[in-house]
């Protein structure tokens, strides 16, 4: 028994994954929502693209390590510069002036050698005719997965899957998140969607809507095959950050006759679909797709090779960032997602090292991570103990209060409007907020950019000058006396209409309202109450709080907005005059329109980066910040923690295909999970001797009840004699 306890010194009893994984190199993690779609046309959520990222290659991507965010080539051989035509198709020079620019065009050259993963779709038999491509009921009625079919094969990728999955944007059938936005810039988008849709009608009509469409036979006039590795795209106008869309899965390769295979009667039935089976070039390959208990990449045999970044930012060398300079991706062989609906078992698994990373939920944060008086955050020793490493980074989100710029209080452009908004901004303590309501994960906004962004300006040099000061060289928001100096000049003295003398009253608009909201509510009007302002919150459900901003009837409201893509015309365009939330039906919520701050968009959002750039947009920001449309809130930031055996880790949250930068090192993992979660033993070993012990006593009278009767057997039988 004893020998039975004790002789398993090596493994761990509640090792969720079997032995043979013991020192394999294996990443394990976790996901708590099913992705809904796989097919890169239709895959838009943060929870997918974990996947679709690491399978997909677009022709960008951003470097790991640079920052500002920077996109370098991926599939393609650089990162396109577009050229300029006129209303009449004819090339403009470089340096034209913008009203003469009708078109712009994109020509991007991919590497050529690039292998698809295997897959079913590019098998052939021996004369080079597909296996696959032209499946009966009968062929395919044994058929119930895509490991089902034994023969697979691969081929290079060409410009053409590049354009074919283009046109997929516009396929009726897939809804594409981004075709509305895709069909105002790329030439000929939409009317090709119309084409199509009166294609699949005809279809249904002649009732085979499961044919497959081949967009091969359907040209689309803004995008074109050039020669087998180039292709071009040609937008309507100006739009520089389409570049950035092309770091996108939207634009990742999607060959023909993958799409010819997954359409075929019957494989949807199966589930057997592109949505549920990815096909790509990248590092990975999704081999399980089991949404109720696991994900499963593993590495593509086919993968054309790639190098770890040689350079990054200053801080990145003594990070241990550049150990794996120059080799070659990626490091890990496998990836395990399992299913965890629930945060504790998930950070208790963490805690027991089977999983190698983890974000910070609100039940586990004091277990975690500790703040000290002067806010500097750190783990906590049980943390420190465990060789576990913090990584923070500030999300490219904003998150503010926002006056509504037509409302006849709070809004218009007067000084005394300005004051009383200015005065508003100093009331409202972020830095308060942050701390009570989001454990300290933000950063106070001094303007729409967060960092990371271009244009971002940090320390003093970035302060919003009208609510902070730089003082010891920490920003230091400005006291509530100067906030009640402002409302006095602004007409409201101890909070009070100069000429009225009746209380100011301020109406925050927001939907909800729940008792889950009240502690929220209750600081809010907490800080106002600090300069004598009442604060009214009027709560209402979410369709009529649309309805009052749509038609400015609002007047203080919460909003926010997360990047699109790294770029500062993505923040800036939230204060664009033309882009108002009134009569425009754009993300101006505040509805803020200053023709100087204007004019200087007009002129920056198109610019490339830098200086000339730069300093538009510390004028822009200065313009704001002056007028004071926003209390200008806070930067979300994101905490993870990893263990000491993961490498590589640096947040991009640009990046979405960052998988292939980490590495592990499976035999210091396996020697911490033994130590971590060697069985206690004592406890069993007591209780089965005090059952020893108990049982001794039983098994001895036991006994001398069977030597009693033994006797009186014998005295009977002496008497019978």
Known sequence: MFLLLTGCGDTSWNNPYPASEKNQNIFYSSFSIRPKHLDPAQSYSSNEVVFTGQIYEPPLQYHYLKRPYTLIPLAATEVPRPYYEDKQGRRLPDNVSHDKIAYSVYEIHIKPGVKYQPHPAFARDSKGNPLYLDLTPEALANKNKLDDFKTTGTRELVAADYVYEIKRLAHPK?????????????????????????????????????????????????????????????????????????????????PPEVDQFYSQPGMKEKNITLDWYPVGTGPYMLTVNNPNREMVLVRNPNFHGERYPTEGEPSDKKNGLLVDAGKPLPFIDRVEFSLEKETIPAWNKFLEGYYDASGISSDSFDQAIQISGQGEV????????????????VEASTFYMGFNMLDPVVGGY?????????????????????SIFLNGRAIPAQSPLPPGIFGYVGGEAGINPFVYKWSNGRLKRKSIEVAKELLAEAGYPEGRDAKTGKPLIIHLDTPGGGPDDKANFDWFRKQFAKIDLQLDIRATDYNRFQEKMSKGTDQLFQWGWNADYPDPENFMFLLYGPNAKVGKNGENAANYENPEFDHLFGLMKNMPNGPKRLSIIRDMVRIAQKDAPWLWGMHPKSFSLYHSWLHNVKPNVMANNTLKYKRIDPLLRAKERVEWNRPVLWPVILIIMLFLAALVPAIMTYRRKLHARAGQYNQHQRGAD
């Open 174 to 254: 897939l809804h594409s998140p981004i075709f509305g936005l895709m069909a105002e810039y790329i030439v000929g988008l939409k009317d090709y969607a119309k084409r199509l849709r009166d294609v699949v009608k005809k279809q249904e009509a002649a009732g085979k809507d499961e044919q497959f469409l081949d967009l091969r036979k359907f040209p689309l006039s803004g995008v074109e095959i050039v020669d087998r590795y180039t292709y071009r795209i040609k937008l309507y106008g100006e739009y520089p950050q389409f570049r950035y869309w092309l770091a996108m899965p939207f634009f990742a390769p999607v």
């Open 378 to 393: 750190g783990l906590t020793d049980e943390m420190q103990k465990k060789g576990i490493k913090l990584s923070t980074s």
């Open 414 to 434: 007067t000084e005394k409007a300005r004051k009383l908004r200015q005065a508003i901004s100093i009331a409202v303590d972020y830095e308060e907020y942050i």
